[in-house]
């Protein structure tokens, strides 16, 4: 009790504070996603996550060294498929000379020792913009699973790292993990999205990828925001299914998900700071309201607190330069 104890003594200095310190971010935390598109010397401004671009095939060889050179080391591939190519069962998504593949074996040759991640869920290849198969209206669950897991195949044989199912489909981690077994990609690890929320946050991406759903919402698959516990289940599932990383998605808003699913699992955590809350801070600072950088660093490291192992974001490239 005061004065015997006066908390302000270890905040006296930068150093007592650093030492004291109990959190800190560093660019081996940090992954980048990046949006692909077909076409040469493409680089399209995505409007409402400004520093973001649709990059062509070859520009990639320039920005994966300036990923690399700013010390980090894995990145999130996301693929914009012509409208002409989308269809209900995402057929192209198997095509083993299709942009996602193409864009893995890219990465690779350039940067062999990046960790390369790739987005597995059918929203950028549908017609009706669903992570799933459609039928009356109703997105399947099992023909859908069929689908990712081949899918998943598809990036292993591409090459990727990891496959990150996006799609939140009931036992899609062990169909996925089962065909990459079978296939003796014992070594391909999977990034569950395990506990990825229904929200409004994703807006930016899906303008990104022209990938918005054609009708209704993503809610019959996509948790609901008011859930705790299901967050909880949903992850031990995902572990049990084979996960190697899990997810909670989006981050800000629900870092008391990733709080209370550290308490409870011990594979690392990944925390996706998604299109949405880069947008916010974007136009806060234009508008001259937030200080861009500060703001970002405290986010960044507000997951960190929170219990996140690793932080998929927009601003790790902002981030990492600020750290060097
Ligand atoms: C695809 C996918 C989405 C995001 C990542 N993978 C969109 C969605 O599920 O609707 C969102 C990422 C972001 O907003 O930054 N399923």
Same mark, same amino acid.
């Given at each position: 009790?005061?004065?015997?104890?006066?908390? =302000?003594?270890?905040?006296?200095?930068?150093?007592?504070?650093?030492?004291?310190?109990?959190?800190?971010?560093?660019?081996?935390?940090l992954m980048l996603p990046v949006f692909v598109k077909e076409g040469t010397q493409v680089k399209e401004p995505i409007p409402s996550m400004p520093g973001c671009y649709r990059l062509s095939l070859d520009w990639l060889g320039e920005e994966l060294k300036a990923i690399a050179d700013l010390g980090i080391h894995a990145v999130l591939l996301f693929v914009k498929v012509d409208e002409a190519l989308k269809d209900n069962n995402g057929t192209e998504a198997l095509n083993p000379?299709?942009?996602?593949?193409?864009? #893995? =074996?890219?990465?690779? /040759?350039?940067?062999?020792?990046? #960790?390369?991640?790739?987005?597995?869920?059918?929203?950028?290849?549908?017609?009706?913009?669903?992570?799933?198969?459609?039928?009356n209206n #109703?997105?399947?669950?099992?023909?859908?699973?069929? #689908?990712?897991?081949?899918m998943a195949l598809s990036h292993a044989q591409a090459g990727a790292d990891f496959v990150a199912p996006s799609d939140m489909m009931d036992g899609r981690i062990q169909k996925i993990r089962s065909v990459l077994e079978a296939a003796q990609y014992f070594h391909t690890g999977i990034m569950s999205y395990s506990a990825k929320y229904a929200s409004a946050f994703y807006g930016p991406f899906r303008? /990104?990828?022209?990938?918005?759903?054609?009708?209704?919402?993503?809610?019959?698959?996509?948790?609901?925001?008011?859930?705790?516990?299901?967050?909880?289940?949903?992850?031990?599932?995902?572990?049990?299914?084979?996960?190697d990383l899990v997810m909670v998605k989006p981050g800000l808003a629900y870092l008391d998900i990733i709080r209370e699913i550290r308490d409870k699992v011990e594979v690392p955590i990944a925390a996706y700071q998604v299109?949405?809350?880069?947008?916010?801070?974007?136009?806060?600072?234009?508008?001259?309201?937030?200080?861009?950088?500060a703001v970002m660093m405290e986010q960044l490291l507000a997951f960190k607190r929170a219990g996140?192992?690793?932080?998929?974001?927009?601003?790790?490239?902002?981030?990492?330069?600020?750290?060097?």
């Open positions: 009790m005061y004065p015997n104890q006066r908390n =302000r003594r270890l905040r006296q200095s930068p150093a007592l504070r650093q030492l004291v310190s109990e959190n800190q971010l560093t660019v081996n935390d000379e299709g942009l996602m593949q193409r864009a #893995v =074996r890219t990465v690779k /040759a350039i940067a062999p020792q990046m #960790v390369v991640m790739t987005d597995v869920a059918l929203d950028p290849y549908s017609s009706f913009g669903h992570d799933g198969i459609v039928e #109703v997105i399947l669950n099992d023909p859908t699973v069929e #689908v990712l897991s081949q303008e /990104a990828l022209d990938s918005a759903p054609g009708f209704g919402d993503k809610r019959s698959y996509h948790m609901d925001p008011a859930n705790r516990l299901e967050a909880i289940t949903e992850t031990l599932r995902d572990i049990e299914e084979g996960a299109s949405g809350e880069y947008a916010m801070l974007k136009a806060a600072a234009e508008k001259g309201w937030l200080e861009h950088d996140a192992n690793l932080i998929a974001t927009y601003h790790a490239k902002e981030a990492a330069q600020l750290l060097s």
